[in-house]
C-alpha cells in the first residue's frame, strides 16, 4: 500500500510532522484488509513519537497480526521543527525504513518494494 498519509507529533520538539507511509508485507496465510493498514499507521502516528520508532511499530504490529514472511514500511515526513524553527529548511524530509524477514534477507525484495514506492 502507497502513499498513506499520516501527521504525528515529534516528542522531542511538540511539533507536528507530517507524511506518508508506504506499506509490503508478503502474507503467510493471514492478510490485512487495505484499511487495516491504514489504521495501524494511524494508530501509532497518533501518539507522541519520533519517526524512527513510528517505522519500526508500525512494521512489527503487521508482522505480529499476520504472520507474514517480510514487511517492509517506509515514512517520509516533513518535519515542522526543521521548516519553522533553527535551520528553517522548508523542502528538506526525512526518511525512515523498516525492513523484517525476507525484505531484510532479500536485497532483490527489497528493491522490488523501493521501486514500487517510487
Known sequence: MK????FSMCEH????????CHV???PNGRVLGLSKIARIADMFARRL????NLTTQIANAIQKVTGASGVAV????KHL??????VSKQNSKMVTSCMLGDFKESSDRRNAFMS???
Not at 502513499?3 to 499520516?6: A, K, N, Q, R
Not at 513519537?49 to 524512527?52: A, G, L
Open 3 to 6: 502513499d498513506i498519509e499520516l
Open 13 to 20: 520538539h511538540l511539533l507536528p510532522f507530517i507524511g506518508k
Open 24 to 26: 509490503a508485507y508478503i
Open 49 to 52: 513519537q519520533i519517526q524512527e
Open 74 to 77: 517506509f515514512i517520509e515526513a
Open 81 to 86: 521543527c526543521m521548516m519553522m524553527r533553527g
Open 116 to 118: 514500487l514506492i517510487k
